[in-house]
């Protein structure tokens, strides 16, 4: 077959999509969280679908079932660890000193190689269980290295304040990438671990702004500069947007599978735009929602001859039954948690979604007639510690 064109259409919609989140969380609540591995595995199905690189969509075959047992092995696993390894730290922890720190930081410090373990292995699980014109992904084991190199990684991260995150970036996806198949051909991660720096430029030009605000307000005693801080911050969260955009554009322009490369031209303002729109569009739905069960509030207890100064005294709640209160809290509560989850795949991850498709081809396609398939990878966990620990929220 031969592949001329291999632009990536996006089929993904608002509506369709606000409906199959509102639908699948409403169930997972109503299921105390059981249905989320099938709300998953719907979800990611329609996002692979809609995701079409050269009219061809991605296919997304894993099946909820196995989220479910792979969830369940790994409980039994961290409920070992949890309970056994924690009590003997305890144990330690105050035989020789007398208190329970020690033992926390030295948990919080095992638990930390168990997230980078569960990432990889998700990550595999969610390879192999991706297909394009019906050939498989996969990545191939690892998991050992990729928590050695997250440890360190990380930990320079943190020991510099953030300043050796890019390098992280790289390093990180290198290793992932280098280790990925599709069908029977490896792709590989170009580049060079300080490419990404350039990206960073406005996170630094907003930061710099701020602390040179900060300076001249607490040395030189200028408070009318004070706004300009918000000029600073405004343009350190758009380098956010910069940087998220231009480090894909790099790494995926450095990327190679074989003889087919990629390109990629996502824009930063419209990375921000989606973020900022999306963020306000929340915000006011949510402060509408609120001034509505306001008005009803009002209008229900009107109706029922509530007074105002009776409700402030509670003089008129004392006939209440003490559950009403509870249930209408936990109604409350959750239904905040599902209409935000709701309302942040529609106007946020599903443009960005779109976005970063639409602006991404692959280049000599024609080298891909030459892939052969690949076998099945099995997982006896699939991604269960992702879910048990809890990372596995993310598509």
């Known amino acids: 077959m031969a592949l001329a064109d291999l632009t990536t259409h996006y089929a993904g919609r608002k509506a369709p999509m606000f409906r199959l989140a509102l639908v699948t969380g409403i169930l997972t609540v109503v299921t105390a969280g059981f249905y989320r591995f099938w709300m998953k595995t719907r979800m990611r199905r329609y996002y692979w679908s809609a995701v079409r690189p050269g009219g061809h969509p991605l296919e997304y075959v894993g099946l909820p079932t196995e989220k479910l047992l792979g969830f369940l092995t790994a409980v039994v696993f961290l409920a070992f660890y949890i309970g056994i390894v924690n009590l003997i730290l305890m144990f330690f922890s105050f035989s020789l000193f007398q208190g329970n720190a020690p033992a926390y930081v030295v948990s919080l410090i095992g638990v930390t190689p168990l997230i980078f373990f569960a990432q990889y292995r998700a990550r595999r699980y969610v390879m192999a269980r991706t297909r394009w014109r019906g050939i498989r992904f996969g990545l191939e084991p690892g998991v050992a290295g990729f928590v050695w190199r997250s440890m360190l990684h990380w930990g320079l991260t943190v020991a510099t304040f953030g300043l050796y995150w ?29 490419m990404l720096y350039g990206a960073t430029k406005h996170i630094f030009i907003g930061i710099a702004i ?130 935000y989850g709701v309302l942040k795949e529609v106007f946020i991850t599903l443009p960005i979604a779109q976005h970063f498709a639409q602006v991404t081809e692959i280049t000599n396609p024609h080298a891909l007639n030459e892939v052969r398939q690949r076998d099945r990878d099995e997982f006896a966990e699939a991604e269960g510690f992702a879910d048990a620990l809890p990372l596995g929220d993310a598509f």
């Open 210 to 339: 701020m602390g040179a605000v900060t300076l001249l307000i607490w040395w030189q005693e200028v408070p009318s500069i004070a706004p300009l801080g918000t000029v600073g911050f405004v343009w350190m969260v758009f380098g956010f947007a910069y940087y998220k955009a231009n480090a894909f554009k790099r790494l995926m322009e450095t990327r190679t599978l074989g003889e087919t490369g990629f390109k990629s031209a996502p824009r930063a303002g419209r990375v921000f735009g989606i973020y900022a729109g999306g963020s306000s569009a929340i915000s006011g739905i949510f402060l509408g929602a609120l001034i509505l069960f306001g008005i009803v509030a009002g209008l229900v207890l009107a109706a029922f001859g509530f007074a105002v100064e009776q409700w402030i005294e509670g003089e008129d709640l004392r006939g209440i039954p003490p559950f009403i209160p509870i249930l209408f809290g936990i109604a409350l509560y959750f239904g905040v948690f599902i209409f």
């Open 166 to 194: 890019p390098v992280k970036t790289y390093w990180l996806e290198k290793y992932r990438i280098d280790r990925t198949f599709y069908g029977d051909k490896r792709m590989h991660q170009g580049g060079r671990w300080f």
